[in-house]
């Protein structure tokens, strides 16, 4: 009975730790510098100071603004495991288009959230309200 009772413990206590991303962290306003500049490592070299904020909502809604860039994207979202995927309309030729993408979520905290972009890097977003 005792040993049953450590492994459900370890079992628990493992489980937490690598607990998939909630929704309810995601929920807020997210902000990321624009652009980031990697030297030829493959780490951080340095940030623009263009910011881009995202905003998500508890209804699978997202607002998403760059500075200096006119306009705002909206769209859709939702966790697909560690995947953030989302979706928004554009135009394209004279017609809409629907775009999809996802990002894998390294890390979520209550401030942070780590991102890996398609070009092989990661994003840093902090959680701004």
């Not at 508890?58 to 760059?66: K, L, M, N, S």
């Not at 989302?86 to 991102?115: C, P, Q, W």
Request: hydrophobic share 40%.
């Amino acid at each position: 009975m005792i040993r049953a009772a450590a492994m459900l413990v370890s079992c628990v206590a493992f489980a937490s730790c690598n607990a998939l991303p909630t929704e309810q962290r995601l929920i807020g306003t997210w902000r990321v510098p624009v652009h980031i500049y990697y030297n030829e490592f493959g780490k951080v070299k340095g940030y623009s100071q263009q910011m881009a904020e995202t905003t998500v909502r508890p209804d699978h809604t997202y607002t998403a603004i760059h500075q200096g860039v006119p306009g705002a994207v909206t769209g859709r979202w939702r966790l697909s495991g560690r995947w953030l995927v989302y979706e928004f309309t554009t135009r394209a030729k004279g017609r809409r288009i629907v775009e999809r993408h996802r990002n894998m979520i390294i890390r979520l905290s209550d401030r942070k959230l780590v991102i890996a972009n398609r070009d092989g890097g990661d994003s840093e977003w902090t959680k701004v309200r």
